[in-house]
């Protein structure tokens, strides 16, 4: 069991004590706030702030969801009599908690005049006759509405208690703590999601619940989420929909709720896309139509301008792509003439105090890293390649602008080089990591993340916005393990909690390995023949998946019904997936062998798709069909970047045998490392096993049918006493299940000579003459028993980066593993982030202890690193390394082509998750012991695997099973 580093961090921390403000049984110095035959009055002044009075109205709700009673709303403190008193306000604004803070009963210098805080204390007497009240102070009005949403929260409702149906945890009695609770400014300023291409799924659950209109009754839900979950901001749904337009309520909807509203990175000055084409005159072309781009805009400001809005800045050409024409003296006159808009239409005296936003994306960048001058006072949104890797985060001046540094980030994607718009694939650890990368350099004005129809995002979407909230409780290595049972325990109570964590780490790293779209390329991702790789990662998915399913069988039916949505449906959708393009592979290989098995696989594929519609139906009649259509995104059959057209999932082809006549005899043998088999090649060699293979791996081959009827069989090996073949006689039944039989070697390796040998194994139908015959060489020596370290094994290492011999820590920087990273085990990196560039002279090395066998003049190391891009331009990501006595060499291996240019390469690292660098040793490596160091250089580099190759490396998505160490 590893045991997490807590590592220091070294960024100011906030000012945010932590602390339960509610229990729920006496202990003598707390206060009953409710139980089953009373609720709190809420008191409001009815000069306070919009949006705290309806914040509160959730509050009195909540306290019927969780005692039984609703509680009632007050604008003043009229009748002592009538139990347990809420106060809830701001300071500055609320008459009751200006009186109580200039009598001294209250302390609100702690949060007052800071962003978005607040402080909930007991305060006694607050009035005649009324002996306690707990008060809420908000700062501001959402520092109030977190406050009371901070209540909910902790008294059992879950922000998820609409969205996922996370049962509320109900309670006999609700009491408030007398140390109360105080509560500073989030992390970062205005963090939210974007909600986007909303077809087909979103769209047509809008379709059936609120007549095809996004409309108010449907941004209620989505603001009070936003708000439940302590966020501010929400880019709304925009493909084909307009926001201001398509309900004239939604505006001041969001204003009512404390909702900042900002449109997308290509719908500037608050209007639409859809509007661009249909309310503009003429065309969505600067160059030729200025004009009436003016007077479009100043409409967009006019229109929004009494409301919160983050005024998105600059422009795009028609429908999200690069315009053809701007250049960047454009985009800084367009820039200039919105801001002259901006204040000519709005009452603001001075332009710090408009938000505004220049989104980086893609061709944009381009514009500013060409030298273009933003005003200072934009807030400068720093992008991701939509697939989860920053492409930049700010440097040097970037780090402190008047307007300060945001990200745009994605958990969905319509785009190159696939979409990803189904269910989740996200990996919250390397959420942690990337987030990480951008607050270290200032990125805190603004989070914003793509969540496309937002379900089934949700556990995603809860980390961001969690992170974004407070990142004090983000800054360890055990953070995203703490989030994950935070989580866990406020949805499904805390029995199931720490195997949530579990499943939820297992089922990151599964989907790490391949997005779901991307499983219908050619060749399949996963090898059928080397590793037993595909076999491996399916195993992977039928364990995940039963101990999901078993957990889910213990819960009550109202938990299993968000449990199901939040858990099992993923891993059980994801397995029937893996399972389908798994099964596809393995038929193409048993039709090219020709086993009778490949029709059998051939019907289970079948079987697999209609499985999965299956899965979508029954996520769509969930709780009478509540979140009918969430999950109607086309999947199977990708063969380019967009969803199969038709929108339509296509069963992948499949192939049928009848029996080849031209394979004479009634058997073969498929071995792995090849697909040769018999009878097809009659000398078979099955790859070398030697005395330190790695411990994953286990030897095989399979015997199958290649004509219908009963085969029995009889398999011996030369040295019976050393070799064990199970099971070695038995009979093939084809068609059916026992068509196919897989043999499993087993190596006595104290009997078997010292060296290199060959075995053979043969095969004999006992009804025939026909024999098989299969050459098993072994290779038994002892590295020197000083030796630790890793062992070669058929011409190859592979190590787990985090399985080093030694890691140093030098000049204030040492590594750290991060748990559960990547695709196998886990991942190495330097810390801290503020550390400088290093080198191998000076800097800190991992040192992996290394055995080989034979001698080798072709070596090659290959380094398996996340899929991360040279986000500070003057600091490229890069790794050293040398073997032995050779020269440390360094390596840059993140293509310096811009990420938007979307080369192969970046293709490459996107569809992988991770770039592997792959360099050559020079000179000949003897064979025996060896020194590999490996320097990490900067901060953003994360190393997972390392493998070097003394020339039998085999091709695979996730490279060899790891070394046997010693
Ligand atoms: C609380 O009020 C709401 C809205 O009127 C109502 O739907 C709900 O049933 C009430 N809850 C209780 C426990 O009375
Ligand atoms: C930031 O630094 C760059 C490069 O040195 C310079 O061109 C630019 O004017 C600076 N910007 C600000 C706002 O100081
Ligand atoms: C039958 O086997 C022969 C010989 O291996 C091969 O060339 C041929 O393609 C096979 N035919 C079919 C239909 O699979
Ligand atoms: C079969 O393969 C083995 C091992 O590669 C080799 O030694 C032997 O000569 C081969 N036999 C034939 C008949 O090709």
Not at 51 to 68: E, M, N, S
Not at 322 to 337: F, R
Not at 675 to 685: C, D, E, G, Q, V
Not at 777 to 792: A, D, N, Q, R
Request: overall charge neutral.
């Amino acid at each position: 069991m590893k045991r997490f580093l807590s590592i220091s961090y070294v960024l100011v921390a906030a000012s945010t004590v932590q602390a339960q403000l509610l229990q729920f049984n006496s202990n003598g110095s707390n206060f009953k706030l409710a139980d089953r035959s009373v609720a709190p009055s809420i008191v409001v002044t009815s000069n306070e702030r919009v949006g705290i009075a309806r914040a509160a109205q959730d509050l009195a709700w909540d306290f019927g969801r969780v005692v039984g009673i609703n509680g009632t709303i007050a604008t003043s403190l009229t009748n002592p009599d009538s139990g347990p008193v809420i106060i809830a306000g701001t300071i500055g604004h609320s008459s009751l908690i200006n009186n109580l803070a200039s009598t001294g009963k209250l302390d609100v210098s702690t949060v007052e005049g800071k962003w978005e805080s607040y402080t909930s204390q007991v305060v006694r007497n607050p009035s005649a006759g009324i002996p306690w009240a707990l008060v809420i102070a908000g700062s501001d009005r959402r520092g109030a509405i977190y406050g009371l949403y901070d209540v909910s929260e902790q008294m059992g409702v879950s922000p998820w208690y609409w969205w996922a149906d996370v049962p509320v945890q109900t309670k006999i009695s609700v009491y408030v703590s007398s140390s109360g609770k105080l509560q500073g400014p989030p992390s970062v300023k205005y963090r939210g999601f974007f909600i986007n291409d909303e077809a087909p799924a979103l769209s047509s659950w809008v379709q059936k619940n609120f007549k095809g209109v996004f409309n108010s009754d449907y941004y209620r839900l989505v603001f009070e989420l936003c708000l439940r979950l302590k966020g501010n901001y929400i880019w709304p749904a925009m493909w084909g929909k307009s926001f201001y337009v398509d309900d004239p309520k939604n505006g001041q909807l969001a204003h009512d709720f404390g909702v900042v509203i900002g449109t997308s990175h290509h719908e500037p000055m608050a209007r639409s896309e859809k509007e661009q084409g249909n309310a503009l005159q003429g065309d969505w072309d600067w160059l030729t139509n200025k004009k009436n781009i003016k007077t479009f805009f100043a409409q967009g400001i006019q229109r929004a301008k009494n409301w919160d809005t983050y005024w998105t800045m600059g422009m795009r050409g028609k429908g999200d792509v690069a315009s053809p024409t701007l250049k960047a003296p454009d985009l800084e006159e367009i820039i200039q003439v919105q801001q002259a808009l901006l204040h000519s239409n709005t009452n603001s005296s001075n332009s710090s105090s408009i938000l505004q936003t220049w989104v980086l994306y893609k061709e944009v960048i381009e514009y500013y890293e060409s030298g273009m001058k933003v005003p200072d006072t934009i807030t400068l949104l720093w992008t991701d390649d939509n697939s989860g890797n920053l492409i930049r985060v700010p440097t040097a001046n970037e780090t402190n602008r008047a307007g300060g540094a945001g990200l745009y980030y994605h958990f969905d994607y319509v785009g190159g080089p696939r979409n990803y718009k189904w269910i989740n694939t996200i990996q919250l650890v390397k959420t942690w990591e990337q987030m990480h990368l951008a607050y270290n350099k200032n990125a805190r004005q603004i989070w914003l993340v793509n969540v496309g129809d937002l379900k089934p995002l949700e556990i995603p979407l809860a980390h961001f916005m969690d992170m974004a909230y407070d990142f004090d409780r983000h800054g360890s290595l055990s953070s995203t393990n703490d989030f994950i049972k935070r989580w866990a325990t406020q949805q499904f109570g805390p029995s199931i909690a720490e195997k949530t964590v579990d499943f939820l780490n297992r089922y990151g790293m599964l989907t790490a390995r391949r997005k779901y779209e991307l499983l219908s390329e050619t060749p399949f991702a996963f090898s059928t023949i080397n590793y037993d790789e595909a076999r491996r990662n399916l195993a992977d998915w039928h364990a995940l998946l039963n101990a999901v399913q078993t957990v889910y069988d213990s819960l009550d039916q109202k938990t299993r019904t968000s449990f199901f949505q939040l858990v099992l449906h993923p891993v059980m959708a994801g397995k029937t997936m893996v399972d389908l393009y798994t099964k596809t592979a393995m038929n193409k290989l048993y039709a090219e062998q020709g086993r009778v098995s490949a029709n059998l696989v051939a019907e289970q594929a079948e079987a697999l798709f209609k499985e999965d519609a299956d899965i979508t139906k029954r996520y769509h009649t969930l709780n009478n069909g509540k979140w009918d259509g969430f999950v109607n995104q086309p999947h199977i059959g990708y063969t380019s970047w967009q969803e199969p057209s038709g929108g339509l999932n296509i069963m992948p082809s499949v192939s049928y045998t009848s029996f080849n006549q031209t394979l004479e005899g009634l058997f073969g043998v498929g071995i792995q490392g090849t697909s040769m088999s018999y009878p097809r090649t009659k000398n078979l060699t099955l790859l070398t096993m030697s005395s330190h293979m790695p411990e994953a791996e286990v030897r095989s081959f399979d015997l199958f049918a290649l004509k219908n009827g009963t085969i029995p069989y009889t398999i011996s090996a030369s040295n019976t006493s050393y070799i064990t073949l199970s099971p070695s006689t038995g009979l093939l039944q084809a068609p059916g299940p026992q068509s196919d039989q897989r043999i499993t070697i087993a190596i006595d390796w104290t009997k078997v000579p010292t060296g290199h040998s060959t075995a053979l194994i043969t095969i004999s139908i006992t009804s025939t003459t026909a024999t098989a015959t299969l050459h098993l060489p072994l290779h038994k020596f002892s590295p020197p028993s000083t030796f630790t370290g890793s062992i070669e094994s058929n011409g190859v290492i592979a190590i787990e980066a985090a399985h080093h011999t030694s890691s140093e820590s030098l000049n204030g920087v040492s590594y750290i593993e991060i748990p559960s990273y990547g695709r196998t085990h886990s991942a190495m990196k330097p810390w801290p982030l503020t550390m400088r560039t290093q080198t191998p002279a000076t800097g800190p090395a991992l040192t992996y202890s290394l055995y080989t066998t034979t001698l080798s003049t072709t070596a090659k190391l290959l380094v398996m690193l996340s899929a991360s891009h040279n986000h500070d331009p003057t600091r490229p990501l890069a790794f050293a390394w040398a073997v032995d006595e050779r020269a440390a060499r360094t390596v840059r291996y993140v293509l310096a082509n811009p990420v938007y240019k979307e080369s192969k390469e970046w293709r490459k690292a996107v569809v992988e998750n991770g770039w592997t660098a792959e360099v050559a040793v020079d000179g000949a490596l003897e064979a025996g012991a060896h020194e590999l160091k490996v320097w990490l250089l900067e901060p953003g580099v994360v190393v997972q695997r390392l493998v070097l190759d003394l020339g039998g490396l085999r091709g695979s998505a996730l490279g060899p099973m790891e070394s046997r160490r010693v």
